[in-house]
């Protein structure tokens, strides 16, 4: 479940019901998807997660999930660290 806070602030309930805030870092579109890269609030280290954008038929996100493909994270991983690396 997903709900915005402001434009970067990004609430997630886990399967326990427990919120996480997280910090939206960045947006990937890569092969017909996106994918947003997400840095939880309270964590003192500097781990990012991705997660893939699902979006309803007017185009909104409705929801975060998990990439379950290893080959497609490793894809969208390798696409962020050469972004981080241009920047």
Known sequence: MMEEQDDSIITLTDEEGI???????DIISLEDNEYAILQPVDDEEDEAIILKIVRD???????FVDIEDDEEWE?????????MGED
């Open 57 to 63: 038929a007017e185009g909104n996100p409705v929801e």
């Open 75 to 83: 894809r969208v991983a390798d696409t962020w660290e050469e972004m």
């Open 19 to 25: 919120d996480h805030d997280f910090q939206l870092i």
